[in-house]
């Protein structure tokens, strides 16, 4: 069997990898300062963007990054270094801010399928964060999942779980404790062969345990939460790593600092959105109007205010303050679509094209 598919390769990535067919498809497996290491059918072998593609460039989100599928030269590395000409279409992407510039986005993982979102039940426990979590995870198009670890200091799991129904609706949910070994386990069912995972948290909260335990070996290096509640960070470099018998995951140190300019607030606040689409007015900013149906809930006690603050603080953060839901989505569009000129170009392209393919 290809060992591709084994790291994640799809029929989706073989067909547009046909689309080259003098090059060969690769995964990005690490990443260095100048160099990649990745994985292809032929094995393991480093490599570097060529001059064209690092001229072609406009930002460094096109760069490659660990996870991203590749189309290289060679597939081993006997001759030299391989070199990398393309970055296949992403499924799903995560982003921050560039380090020392902040006009500039850098993608930290891409082509992730489950992001289990990180959170210890002691101090740690905050649910403006787990909001902020879930809001960057859905944005990226990757589906979360909330791991609590820690459970053995927990004095109220019930409670907590009753909290994370209302913050999280629709997603999965998984209790672990350092305690109890086998509890990594509840993860395996997001976990199937070829599947990309990744772990999102404060340091401290458990992360590298968990993937050591589901690898089986020591492989990454852990640390608790310090006397401050402050983690310290244990991984240095951004991995991808397979499994026994199972899928893939990403530890990637970077993810701790994933920023909010760019969020979807319409599922990690779905309530919030359902309860806009009541309001008498379309542009209801749910402070003073009348007959605004998110004040309604506030006032019978429906809608907690806490989450109506993280809510209007995430939309501050975002820039997407002052829009309405429908203004939100339309400017999430036009970023998706900002390398062809914005959601209106990107219509007219799709519309030349479907005329184009009638031919």
Not at 190 to 217: C, D, H, Y
Not at 305 to 318: C, F, G, H, I
Request: proline share 3%.
């Amino acid at each position: 069997m290809n060992q591709l598919i084994r790291y994640g390769a799809s029929e989706r990535y073989f067909a547009e990898a046909a689309l080259y067919p003098m090059l060969f498809l690769a995964r990005v497996v690490s990443q260095y300062k100048d160099l990649y290491k990745l994985v292809t059918e032929g094995g393991e072998c480093l490599a570097e963007i060529s001059g064209k593609f690092r001229y072609e460039a406009t930002g460094l989100s096109e760069y490659p990054a660990v996870g991203d599928f590749v189309m290289v030269d060679r597939i081993q590395g006997s001759s030299g270094n391989a070199i990398i000409h393309r970055v296949l279409t992403r499924k799903s992407i995560f982003e921050r801010t560039a380090v020392g510039d902040e006009h500039q986005t850098q993608v930290v993982a891409a082509n992730i399928d489950t992001v289990f979102i990180c959170m210890s039940l002691n101090n740690d426990y905050n649910l403006n964060r787990l909001e902020r979590y879930l809001s960057v995870a859905w944005q990226s198009r990757a589906t979360p999942v909330v791991v609590l670890t820690k459970a053995d200091l927990c004095e109220d799991l019930p409670g907590v779980m009753a909290e994370i129904s209302v913050v999280a609706p629709n997603t999965g949910v998984a209790v672990t404790s350092s305690h109890d070994r086998a509890s990594c386990d509840k993860l395996l069912p997001w976990l199937q062969p070829g599947m990309t995972a990744s772990f999102i948290g404060s340091s401290g909260v458990g992360k590298s345990t968990l993937i050591n335990r589901l690898i089986g070996e020591e492989l990454l290096t852990t640390s608790e939460i310090r006397q401050d509640d402050k983690g310290r960070h244990t991984t240095t470099r951004r991995e991808l790593v397979t499994l026994p018998q199972r899928g893939i995951v990403i530890d990637t140190p970077g993810m701790r600092e994933l920023g909010v300019e760019s969020v979807d607030l319409s599922k990690s606040f779905s309530d919030i959105y359902d309860l806009a689409n009541k309001c008498r007015f379309r542009d209801c900013t749910h402070s003073a109007e009348p007959g605004c149906a998110v004040r309604q809930a506030l006032g019978e006690g429906t809608l907690n205010p806490r989450r109506l603050e993280s809510y209007q603080k995430l939309k501050r953060e975002a820039h997407y303050d002052g829009l309405s839901f429908k203004q939100i989505e339309a400017q999430k569009l036009n970023t998706m679509f900002e390398s062809v000129g914005g959601m209106k170009k990107a219509r007219k392209f799709i519309r030349q094209n479907d005329k184009t393919n009638r031919r």
